[in-house]
């Protein structure tokens, strides 16, 4: 019904900045919320930061000041800019959205397959 391709993980030093892109196809007929959650080794998964479609955004406290996240409606992409990253940052981040798919009237809590990022001198 609806995918989400992700790209822009990998390897940074401490420090150092990465940007992570979103993208959302298929049966889509509104997209009311995007955002990134992230799940690292030995931890529950978490919210990182999501936008809803109006552009309020809510990031989880350890990354306000250093994430930032935005949304462009019109192409169903989302993007998250992180900077100053830290081991604690070492984590799959997957990639979500809340879609009304076409054909529907309710919401429907799609995700992507993640991408890793390692934070490691």
């Known amino acids: 019904q609806v995918q989400l391709a992700e790209s822009g993980g990998g390897l940074v030093q401490p420090g150092g900045s990465l940007r992570l892109s979103c993208a959302a196809s298929?049966?889509?007929?509104?997209?009311?919320?995007m955002g990134w959650y992230r799940h690292a080794p030995g931890k529950q998964r978490e919210l990182v930061a999501v936008?809803?479609?109006?552009?309020?955004?809510n990031y989880e406290d350890s990354v306000k000041g250093r994430f930032t996240i935005s949304r462009d409606s019109s192409k169903n992409t989302v993007n998250l800019q992180m900077n100053s990253l830290a081991p604690e940052d070492t984590a799959v981040y997957s990639c979500?959205?809340?879609?009304?798919?076409?054909?529907?009237?309710?919401?429907?809590?799609?995700w992507g397959k993640g991408t890793l990022v390692t934070v490691s001198s």
């Open positions: 298929g049966s889509i007929f509104s997209i009311y919320a």
């Open positions: 936008v809803s479609r109006g552009g309020i955004t």
């Open positions: 979500y959205a809340g879609v009304i798919v076409e054909g529907t009237d309710y919401g429907t809590d799609f």
